[in-house]
């Protein structure tokens, strides 16, 4: 949006130019992102989401190995 304010004077009717034009493309941001984004993902950084889930796979699929008698799911076990 900052370099379409070089060229353009306004986007979709809000200035670009002014502070109050600013203020209301932040507000609007703020209320997309509060409305559509779980709270994990407002307050976490996404890679350590990612990490984290990386991590409850790879238990999951530990805990799947030794429930059919595997001792590690890298081997594969009948």
């Known amino acids: 949006m900052m370099l379409r304010s070089r060229t353009e004077s306004h986007f979709l009717g809000v200035s670009l130019r002014t502070n109050a034009g600013w203020q ?5 941001l703020e209320q997309i992102i509060d409305a559509g984004f779980p709270e994990n993902l407002r307050t976490q950084a996404l890679a350590d989401l990612e990490r984290i889930k990386a991590t409850d796979i790879l238990t999951e699929a530990d805990n799947e190995a030794k429930s059919s008698g595997c001792i590690d799911r890298s081997l594969k076990c009948a």
Request: glycine letters at 0%; charged letters at 20%; proline letters at 0%.
């Open 24 to 28: 209301r493309l932040y507000a609007a």
